[in-house]
């Protein structure tokens, strides 16, 4: 197949301006290139992409490809994860991973909880803090746990978040809102394991991958899997590949991410975060139904090495899955897409 590649590259976010942690969750050139190697090593001929901005243009020149690899993040909003995947629906390409309602949701931590919590499955209770007026409602017992409500790669979490007293509620809340212009979730902070479970299918086809915990090491930033544990996970983290077949917390944990997959729509692969409560119970902390694929760096790519599965077959399981949407949203006809806009 002649298969696009469409991300976002730290490197040109960077050169234009934009911080570092903004850019944050956006790929290296690295990660492009080792999902080159993969596609081709599958007989398929690639193409870069690059941005949904790049992708309009090249959609509305008249290019097009049989499916498209799709890892952009998109840069503001709730729904720039999206982006790309409701102009591929508009012109009827196949893509990889979530469609656009999945992807809008998932980033949306509090939606996503509802969704779940209405599935009957385990997520920390919760509240949302849009202005500071809204602390008065928050009724959980502390500690706490706040976070931005709509970022990833641990944005906004740091060895502060963990919240003891309303006096640091408040203040926490007000820093976030200031700092990142969108509400912050605020949980029943969860005191036990932290486990990641990669998942590869769709649907009934869906499985667990396996499962990845992480240790904080003793110099790491305390409670929690933060912006810098992350950034300089090789000094700071310890990964450990636990066998659900020997752990029945693990087994726990892939059975519930497994529910959460399906029931919020994810697709061809992804990662379920999760982590256990004081009674041991794994609570589903967040989904990423686009995952970091590193072959070296990233959560997924880790867990499939651990379980014997190479770089190459993972991508290749992916764009396998994907394939097989292919012809399933026609485009729109050609009279609309190059209709001028109606005078009136």
């Avoid at 720039?80 to 999945?102: H, K, M, N, S, W």
Wanted: aromatic residues 6%; hydrophobic residues 40%.
């Amino acid at each position: 197949m002649h298969v696009g590649l469409t991300y976002d590259l730290r490197d040109d976010y960077l050169a234009a301006g934009y911080g570092e942690e903004e850019t944050a969750e956006f790929d290296r050139i690295s990660t492009v290139e080792a999902l080159e190697v993969a596609l081709r090593a599958g007989g398929h001929r690639t193409e870069r992409i690059g941005n949904a901005a790049r992708l309009a243009r090249l959609l509305t020149a008249g290019r097009r490809w049989d499916l498209v690899f799709n890892i952009a993040e998109g840069l503001h909003g709730i729904g720039r994860e999206a982006q790309v995947p409701v102009l591929l629906e508009l012109y009827g390409i196949a893509y990889t991973f979530g469609d656009p309602l999945t992807m809008s949701l998932t980033l949306h931590k509090g939606m996503t909880k509802r969704v779940l919590r209405d599935a009957g499955l385990p997520t920390p209770a919760f509240a949302e803090v849009a202005r500071l007026e809204d602390l008065a409602g928050v009724d959980l017992p502390y500690p706490l746990f706040a976070k931005p409500i709509a970022e990833g790669t641990g944005k906004g979490i740091d060895g502060a978040s963990k919240l003891r007293t309303p006096r640091e509620l408040a203040d926490r809340c007000a820093a976030l809102l200031e700092r990142f212009r969108q509400p912050v979730l605020v949980e029943t902070f969860l005191p036990g394991r932290e486990l990641t479970v990669g998942i590869v299918g769709t649907g009934e086809d869906a499985r667990a991958l396996g499962t990845m915990e992480v240790v904080l090491l003793p110099q790491a930033e305390a409670d929690a899997y933060t912006y810098v544990n992350k950034e300089r996970c090789e000094e700071l983290i310890e990964y450990r590949f636990p066998l659900a077949a020997a752990d029945p917390q693990v087994a726990t944990a892939e059975r519930t991410a497994l529910a959460a997959w399906r029931v919020l729509g994810c697709r061809d692969a992804g990662r379920v975060d999760l982590r256990a409560d004081a009674r041991g119970e794994p609570q589903i902390m967040e989904l990423n139904p686009l995952a970091g694929l590193h072959p070296e760096h990233s959560d997924l790519p880790m867990i499939a090495t651990a379980r014997g599965l190479p770089y190459a077959d993972l991508i290749g399981i992916i764009v396998e899955s994907a394939a097989r949407r292919r012809g399933e949203i026609p485009p729109l006809r050609a009279e609309l897409l190059h209709a001028d806009p109606d005078p009136a």
